[in-house]
C-alpha cells in the first residue's frame, strides 16, 4: 500500500515554455503532499506544502508564481513549472501524507520527475 | 536547530560486512525518525523508522539505533550486499502536528558494497 505515482518520468521542454508534473497517491486519500527539487548527489529540498483544497505554502526563495502547485483532489497534486529556463533543470519529486494513522506522518514519494529545459 | 546532520557522506563497504551511517539532531521536539532509501534516478523508498520510545528497531537486515540523550540516531545495515549499494537519508519530523509532518533531511550518504 502506500503507492505514489507521477507523471511524466522525464520531460524536456524548450526555454520559456511551461511544463506541468503531476503527482498521484494510488491507494490513499493523500491530504498533504510535498513537492521537492534534487540536484544531483544532493539532499531534497522542500519547495512546498499543499494541503488539499488550499493554498500551497512555499518555503523561503522559492518563486510561486513560477512553480504553482494545484492540490484539488484528495488523490492529485500538480506542480507547473512556468516559463521554465535551463536552471530549472532538475529531477523533482513529490510526497504524500494521509489522513489517519501511520499515513499521516508518514511520507510516501513518488518516482520522480526528470526535467531537462533546454 | 532544524538540521539533521548525517555522516558519512560516502562509505565503502565489502559484501557481507556491516555498514553505518550516524545522523544527529537538535530539535527535541522531533518524534519521527525515518530512514529512506533512494537509487540512482528513482524517488526515496521508506526503509526503517522510529520513534524516541524505543532504543533500537529492526527489520530483516537493517537496524535503527536511537540514543535520545544524545540525539544521535544511526542506521546499521547486516551482512550489506551490492544491492544495498544506494544513497541513503535519514529523516526527522514532528509526527504530532496534524496534516502531513514536514521531513528535515540529512546530506545523504552514498553506500558502496563491493563484490
Known amino acids: 500500500g502506500a503507492v505514489v505515482s507521477q507523471h511524466p518520468s522525464w520531460v524536456i521542454c524548450k526555454s520559456g515554455t511551461s511544463v506541468k508534473i503531476e503527482c498521484r497517491s494510488l491507494d490513499f486519500q493523500a491530504t498533504t503532499m510535498f513537492w521537492y527539487r534534487q540536484f544531483p548527489k544532493q539532499s531534497l529540498m522542500l519547495m512546498a506544502t499543499?494541503?488539499?483544497?488550499?493554498?500551497?505554502?512555499?518555503e523561503q526563495g522559492v518563486e510561486k508564481d513560477k512553480f504553482l502547485i494545484n492540490h484539488a483532489s484528495l488523490t492529485l497534486s500538480t506542480l507547473t513549472v512556468t516559463s521554465a529556463h535551463p536552471e530549472d533543470s532538475s529531477f523533482y519529486i513529490c510526497s504524500a501524507s494521509g489522513t489517519s494513522g501511520y499515513l499521516s506522518y508518514e511520507q510516501y514519494f513518488g518516482p520522480g520527475t526528470r526535467l531537462t529545459v533546454t | 536547530q532544524q538540521q539533521v546532520k548525517q555522516s558519512p557522506q560516502s562509505l565503502i563497504v565489502q559484501k557481507g560486512g556491516i555498514s553505518i551511517i550516524n545522523c544527529a539532531y537538535e530539535?527535541?521536539?522531533?518524534?519521527?525518525f525515518p530512514w529512506y532509501q533512494q537509487f540512482p534516478g528513482k524517488g526515496p523508498a521508506l526503509l526503517i523508522a522510529?520513534?524516541?520510545?524505543?532504543s533500537e528497531k529492526k527489520e530483516g537486515r537493517f537496524t535503527i539505533s536511537f540514543n535520545k540523550s544524545a540525539k544521535q540516531f544511526s542506521l546499521h545495515i547486516m551482512d550489506s550486499q551490492p544491492g544495498d549499494s544506494a544513497t541513503y537519508f535519514c529523516?526527522?519530523?514532528?509526527?504530532?502536528?496534524?496534516?502531513?509532518?514536514?521531513?528535515?533531511f540529512g546530506e545523504g550518504t552514498q553506500l558502496t558494497v563491493n563484490p
Open positions: 522510529i520513534r524516541p520510545d524505543v
Open positions: 499543499s494541503n488539499e483544497g488550499s493554498k500551497a505554502t512555499y
Open positions: 530539535n527535541t521536539a522531533f518524534d519521527y
Open positions: 529523516a526527522a519530523s514532528m509526527s504530532w502536528r496534524t496534516s502531513g509532518s514536514r521531513l528535515t
